[in-house]
Nanobody, 124 residues
Framework: QVQLVESGGGLVQAGGSLRLSCAAS????????MGWFRQTPGKEREFVAR????????YYADSVKGRFTISRDDAKNTVYLQMNSLKSEDTAVYYC?????????????????WGQGTQVTVSS
């Protein structure tokens, strides 16, 4: 079992930056590929980014490519999402998730463990 807790959300103006953190407890994070997803009311949860275990290979949704950076510190059992040049359409609840699959992409069914989410609000 892996427990995931997100933090770092908040209110920011458009064009600003936030860094989200996802702290894991239970099993070591190095066993898992980690992903970030987001959801706004009335819409399905969507993939944002993922970073693979072992190599740290990254993959991003087109909507955030070039603005967001996912990283991991396995020694701290923590994954990060650095969000720059934020837009109002980035407003959502952000979730981190863990997958035992090496390259799960954005397929949510391949992520076994999920955090409770952290709210990000971007004001225009």
């Amino acid at each position: 079992q892996v427990q995931l807790v997100e933090s770092g959300g908040g209110l920011v103006q458009a064009g600003g930056s936030l860094r989200l953190s996802c702290a894991a407890s239970g099993r070591t994070l190095s066993r898992y590929t980690m992903g970030w997803f987001r959801q706004t009311p009335g819409k399905e949860r969507e993939f944002v980014a993922r970073i693979s275990r072992s190599s740290g290979n990254t993959y991003y949704a087109d909507s955030v490519k070039g603005r967001f950076t996912i990283s991991r510190d396995d020694a701290k059992n923590t994954v990060y999402l650095q969000m720059n040049s934020l837009k109002s359409e980035d407003t959502a609840v952000y979730y981190c998730a863990a997958s035992p699959t090496l390259y799960p992409g954005g397929l949510q069914t391949l992520y076994n463990y999920w955090g409770q989410g952290t709210q990000v609000t971007v004001s225009s």
